[in-house]
């Protein structure tokens, strides 16, 4: 084989100098999109440029083939500045199809690069969509550059060599539409080129076909007279560090990880399969020499109550859902609370209510996190910002939940979860140590074991079974403090409501206090979970064109952070974004009887930049 | 080691908990073996877990001195998971009864027995939701008058012990709460399999259900009516003066004595792979046979705990203890100065 430089020769064509660059690939769910889009954000990160990454798919494995339902498409932004969403507007859009022009095109900047397939525009192909003419024909492609490029049929050209059948061959178009952008991108080839030996290995055939296809896309692009010049992006100024691609599921699962080495505990999680949290228990499944167990439980409750279980016993004990799978642990989280026992749930958030969009994403789910539970269940809830940010989160989560010697929940959403940021290792030496400890056995001396004895945090004691002389039972039956037995008196259940919520309210002198972005006065933004990048994005370009506009971005919603109030008084007027109806607004006018404004979007789509801009303008 | 460790002794194993199920109750006798049989067996307390759903059953935690959890309704199973498998150093006992188990709990109840966690399971069967005051369970019968069936249940049974062996159960097994031997050995029995030990209890609530299992506790008629199954021995009862035949795939009663002796009868055989005979003798029910009493079932699979705790171990033996440093930078990674 030789060398990917000899292969892929750099261009002799023009190249224009570009601060970022936004691109959508779009397709058929079975055209390889979700591939194409990961190996271009992930050479654009080891090109040191910052990216982010927005994959968008349907809920069915394989929708009718050619339709509009079964468009799979990913959206990535890598740029030379610091950026912090997946872009608004596309430079570029790749369209494997009829139907992914049409439901994609309305994102496309006017004079933006349109890449078509045009062996997919025949009359089949048009009837699937739903269309009766050809959109390449009728006027709708005039506003951009629009380049038609016969991949189905170069590509088969391109892979003759390797006798694959015509079914198969076609099955490397996604190579060949990734020759080209990278070509276009001048995108280093070498990590996919890696990529395509680590996966096709043992198919020497389909590997070559796949590298064939992606060098005829590349040597397309620098023989086609379409295309007058290339594009570069140069790095990004990122703090110095040694880098590499997340995405949020792999971070939360890697901070979990971590938060039990930390801690000295082996993980133990227990899951039910569910879109879009699923990818956390593939994660954690495949580090079992951390001392991680995974159990795939029968259903949600079992998840959740295998959790209490494994806490009960001294593990760091993990559960994992999302909206509806939530809804289903209520009564199992609410024994957590009653049992005091520390452990992390983890809702990754999709459009709702009732089984509502599975592969969209929505911050819906708050209320539910704070009060869906009977009775009076108060439980800390932290919501991951980003990506990267996940790792962090589930770390602070363990700390409070073992400080505190309860529950806590880390909201993420599908945003976050799919998407994909440059994240700076870190070094293992300076993450916190947490210390986790339980009380030494005893002989019996006559004295009673305590086991809701408080210290200085309300936490009460983590007696483990196996502990001689500590025996004792717990149980969702209200307690009496300090001896735990089964108490129906009136003060005492009182007492341990508000001892319970009291707890909780002291994890706000554990967190962060609230960071403001901007002037002292006027609006403050503010902002929670995955909306923290187009909302940050956003209230910078206001501050550009002068506004006196600040942002808040709140990670921990229970306790808000001590010096919330504080910060929300210096302002007239406080915006609240939030994909959904005003969850976090109604809390933030509860807590603070302050007239907080919304911004409300429920599309199972993020906010973009530019409508952030306009909304928070007119706020 | 153990030989330094204090004998305990049955009233160790008991809380300083005031024991509250109704006077006359069945669970008192099946606490009291309970006990019996740990300081039989040589339990130790701190390693000893009790866990519950809810119900009159599920209070049972409360009133032993071992570690215990009183969880949520039907859940018990899954709870009990977690610390198996975290925990395989704890010996750890599920307690629920027939709304608990059978009704919402159903599902769990399932898989752990598919799953062969090393836990022992008693189920306490009375027939009726006793805590919620009398509306019909389960494993009531068709036409039980109950509070919420004026007119009688039409809701067909389910059988416990079939629906274990439906869930692969490894170790299948019933009794009776006043056959206070029986039930001791039983109870040890489970105790001492590797795998999920199911034990149905026959147990009676006086209160809403009186009497439900009379013709198998009655020392009157408890001969006629059921059967002790011993592995390796044929089915004899009545005082040796009746045995079970089997006629095709169906058993029959038949005497003893004339054309019929004991090697015609059915020979009882735990240890048989399939559980096709299990089956058959979970099936005799009253009053058209004895019912069966004992274990059904004891064969030997790998326990879920030993699953995933060998795989935790072949990993680490495998790739070395987990290194974080090595797995954040597992892929592609980049340098920025």
């Given at each position: 084989m030789t060398t990917s430089t000899e292969q892929f020769p750099p261009t002799s064509k023009p190249s224009e100098s570009v601060s970022g660059v936004t691109v959508r690939l779009a397709g058929d769910?079975?055209?390889g999109m979700q591939l194409l889009g990961t190996q271009l954000t992930n050479t654009s990160a080891l090109s040191g440029n910052d990216v982010a990454t927005f994959p968008d798919f349907p809920?069915?494995?394989?929708?009718?083939?050619?339709t509009r339902a079964g468009v799979s498409g990913f959206q990535v932004q890598f740029s030379s500045d610091e950026i912090?969403?997946?872009?608004?507007?596309?430079d570029a859009l790749v369209c494997m199809n009829p139907a992914a022009l049409v439901t994609n095109i309305?994102?496309?900047?006017?004079?933006g690069i349109l890449i078509v397939n045009?062996?997919?525009?025949e009359s089949k192909d048009l009837k699937l969509a739903k269309l009766e003419n050809s959109p390449l024909e009728d006027?709708?492609?005039?506003p951009y550059r629009t380049i038609h490029v016969p991949m189905t049929k170069l590509t088969r050209g391109a892979v003759e060599s390797t006798g694959l059948s015509t079914k198969f061959a076609d099955r490397c178009k996604n190579f060949f539409a990734m020759g080209l952008v990278f070509w276009l991108y001048g995108r280093d080839v070498e990590p996919t080129l890696r990529f395509i030996n680590a996966k096709f290995g043992n198919k020497p055939e389909v590997a070559e076909a796949n590298r064939l296809a992606l060098k005829a896309g590349w040597n397309y692009g620098e023989t086609?007279?379409?295309?007058?010049s290339t594009y570069q992006v140069s790095a990004a100024e990122l703090p110095a560090g040694v880098y590499r691609n997340v995405m949020g599921n792999q971070a939360l699962s890697w901070g979990l990880i971590s938060a039990a080495k930390l801690s000295g505990k082996e993980l133990f999680l227990g899951s039910y399969p569910i879109t879009p949290a699923s990818d956390i228990l593939h994660e954690l499944s495949k580090?079992?020499?951390?001392g991680v167990r995974t159990f795939q439980a029968e259903d949600e409750i079992a998840a959740v109550c295998s959790a209490v279980g494994a806490a009960f016993g001294g593990s760091m004990a993990v559960t994992t859902s999302s909206g509806p799978g939530i809804a289903l642990k209520g009564e199992g989280l609410g024994l957590g609370l009653m049992l005091e026992l520390p452990m992390i749930v983890i809702d990754v958030q999709r459009g709702g209510?009732?089984?509502?969009?599975?592969t969209k994403t929505e911050q819906s789910d708050l209320l539910m996190a704070m009060y869906?539970?009977?009775?009076e269940s108060p439980l800390p809830v932290v919501a991951a910002q980003s990506p990267a940010d996940c790792f962090r989160t589930a770390i602070e989560a363990w700390q409070v939940a073992t400080k505190f010697m309860v529950p806590v929940v880390i909201l993420s959403d599908g945003y976050i979860a799919n998407g994909a940021e440059p994240w700076r290792i870190p070094?293992?030496?300076t993450l916190p140590k947490i210390e986790v400890s339980h009380p030494a056995g005893r002989e019996p001396d006559g004295t009673q074991f305590l086991p809701y004895e408080r210290n200085e945090d309300l936490a009460r004691p983590w007696a483990i079974p196996g502990?001689?002389?500590?025996m004792h039972r717990v149980g969702g039956l209200e307690k009496e403090d300090g001896t735990g037995n089964v108490s129906y008196d009136p003060d005492n259940h009182q007492h341990m409501v508000e001892t319970r919520a009291k707890k909780i309210a002291n994890a706000a002198s554990f967190i962060d206090p609230l960071e403001v972005d901007g002037?002292?006065?006027g609006t403050l933004v503010v902002s929670w979970g995955g909306t923290y990048g187009a909302c940050r994005t956003a209230v910078k370009t206001l501050q550009e064109k002068g506004q006196n506009v600040a942002h808040a971005h709140m990670r921990?919603?229970?306790?808000?952070?001590?010096n919330t109030e504080e910060v929300f008084r210096r302002y007239d007027k406080i915006v609240v974004p939030e994909l959904n109806s005003g969850q976090l607004r109604l809390m933030i006018r509860n807590e603070f009887l302050i007239d907080a404004v919304g911004i409300n979007k429920i599309k199972g789509k993020p906010f973009s930049v530019s409508e952030l801009v306009d909304e928070i303008e007119s706020a | 080691m153990n030989a330094e460790l204090p004998v305990l002794k049955?009233?160790?194993?008991?809380?300083?908990?005031?024991?509250?199920?109704?006077?006359?109750?069945?669970d008192y006798s099946i606490l009291a073996q309970m006990k019996k049989v740990l300081a039989e067996i040589g339990a130790r307390q701190e390693s000893t877990v009790f866990i519950s759903g809810i119900g009159?059953?599920?209070?049972?935690?409360?009133?032993?001195?071992t570690y215990g959890m009183h969880s949520i309704h039907g859940r018990a199973p899954a709870f009990a998971t977690g610390l198996k498998t975290t925990r395989p150093d704890l010996d750890v006992w599920v307690i629920t009864g027939d709304g608990d188990a059978l009704s919402i709990g159903g599902n769990h109840l399932m898989h752990v027995i598919r799953r062969n966690l090393d836990i022992n399971i008693v189920l306490f069967n009375n027939?009726?939701?006793?805590?919620?005051?009398g509306q019909y369970s389960p494993?009531?019968?068709?036409g039980a008058v109950t509070k919420s069936t004026p007119?009688?249940?039409i809701d067909h049974p389910l059988n416990p012990l079939q629906v274990a062996l439906a869930a692969e159960g490894t170790f299948v097994a019933r009794s009776v709460d006043s056959s206070i031997k029986h039930l001791m050995a039983t109870l040890k029995r489970a105790s001492q399999h590797r795998g999920t030990s199911f034990v149905e209890v026959y147990q009676n609530?006086?209160?809403?259900?009186?009497?439900?299992?009379d013709y198998a506790k009655a020392k009157a008629t408890k001969d006629q009516t059921t059967v002790v199954l011993e592995h390796?021995?044929?089915?004899?009862f009545d005082g040796g003066t009746k045995g079970i035949r089997l006629n095709g795939f169906m058993p029959e009663v038949v005497e003893i004595g004339g054309d019929v002796s004991e090697s015609d009868l059915l020979v009882h055989d735990e240890?048989?792979?399939?559980p096709h005979l299990a089956n058959i003798l979970s099936r005799m029910r009253h009053p058209q046979f004895p019912e069966p009493i004992g274990v059904f079932r004891a064969i030997e699979r790998t326990t879920y705990n030993d699953g995933v705790n060998e795989q935790v171990a072949d990993a680490r033996g495998e790739q070395g203890e987990g290194d974080l440093a090595k797995m954040y930078t597992s892929g592609d990674t980049w340098t920025v100065a």
């Open positions: 769910s079975g055209d809920a069915e494995i394989r929708a009718p083939r050619g912090f969403t997946p872009g608004d507007g596309l309305g994102d496309l900047k006017k004079s045009s062996d997919s525009f006027g709708t492609t005039d086609t007279e379409d295309f007058a580090h079992k020499n951390f209510p009732s089984t509502g969009l599975p869906g539970r009977n009775g070094d293992v030496g502990t001689e002389g500590l002037p002292e006065s921990w919603i229970h306790p808000f952070p001590a | 049955a009233k160790d194993f008991e809380s300083d908990q005031d024991v509250r199920w109704c006077p006359g109750c069945g009159c059953s599920s209070r049972f935690p409360y009133y032993m001195n027939s009726i939701y006793g805590l919620t005051k494993t009531s019968k068709v007119r009688g249940s609530c006086n209160v809403f259900n009186d009497g439900a299992w390796g021995k044929p089915l004899v240890k048989a792979t399939e």
